[in-house]
């Protein structure tokens, strides 16, 4: 039996958001915008991936754990928040990767 308490596909809707967010940040390195961390474009594209999957993955997470579910509104900005912390935290920790 299916619980009907809880978000229904919480992964898709998150890995959504990051797909989306991954074609948009495609399409700005396309134009020549991009992290001042990301020296090259292939080290871009590949890094741009883990940035987008991380918050997708977590807020998939969050979602599917909560005991209420969550409107797509809630997954949207939850993402973008979680979006914003990882990549401030990702600009932050540039110089230790270098």
Do not use: D
Not at 15 to 30: E, K, R
Not at 40 to 66: C, D, F, R, W
């Amino acid at each position: 039996m299916q619980e009907t308490n809880r978000t229904q596909s919480p992964y898709i809707k998150a890995l959504s958001c990051s797909a989306i967010a991954l074609l948009v940040g495609l399409a700005a390195l396309f134009f020549g915008f991009r992290l001042p961390s990301f020296t090259t474009n292939a080290e871009a594209a590949s890094q741009l991936v883990a940035l987008v999957a991380v918050p997708g993955l977590i807020v998939g997470l969050l979602a599917k754990k909560s005991t209420r579910p969550w409107p797509l509104w809630l997954i949207v900005s939850t993402f973008i928040v979680l979006l914003i912390v990882v990549t401030i935290a990702h600009e932050m920790t540039a110089e230790f990767r270098a």
